[in-house]
């Protein structure tokens, strides 16, 4: 339902929580309520990652001092967007 072409690692947390997810539509609806459009790719296709991400079994985290770095900037980044879209939103 919440995945387009797949069934979803998340099914049971879609599945539990299916009233307020079905609120929001689909996925574009989720993000746009919560002003997350910096998060995803334009089509809405792909998750903009704060670090290359390339499988859900690698280590999110980040494992070297460049890698904090750039995930605090983008971190960062997307938090100064968020902030100019909710103000636009007003």
Do not use: C
């Not at 609806?29 to 809405?44: I, N, P, R």
């Not at 280590?59 to 967007?81: C, G, H, K, M, W």
Request: proline share 4%.
């Amino acid at each position: 339902m919440f995945y387009a072409q797949f069934p979803s690692p998340r099914s049971g947390v879609f599945d539990r929580h299916a009233d307020f997810f079905s609120l929001f539509q689909d996925f574009k609806g989720y993000v746009d309520f919560f002003l997350l459009q910096d998060l995803v790719t334009e089509g809405y296709s792909k998750i903009n990652y704060w670090l290359n991400h390339k499988s859900f079994d690698e280590n999110p985290l980040p494992q070297s001092v460049e890698e904090y770095l750039e995930y605090r900037q983008n971190t960062l980044d997307f938090i100064a967007a968020r902030a100019k879209r909710i103000e636009a939103s007003w």
